[in-house]
């Protein structure tokens, strides 16, 4: 199973900022992808590039678009 989810890193811990649906002490490889203001501006720029193209989508819904690409570029 792969999937794409936002955590928080507080007092040495990552937290999902939603919920995920995991067995208790299962392992996991983790992928840290940085999102400041550099990535921001690309996630912008590539939004507008293609704003409408496959018809409405909730921020969310393409925000999460953008992470499952980021992640696939690896």
Known sequence: MSKVIRV???KG???P?????LEE???LHIVLLTTGK???RNRKRIVE?????MGSASKKEID???????FESL
């Open 8 to 10: 928080r890193y507080e």
């Open 13 to 15: 811990v990552l937290k």
């Open 38 to 40: 550099q990535e921001k």
């Open 17 to 21: 900022l939603e919920p995920i649906d």
């Open 49 to 53: 590039k293609y704003k409408g193209f």
């Open 25 to 27: 002490g299962v392992e």
């Open 64 to 70: 999460e678009l953008l992470l499952e690409a980021e």
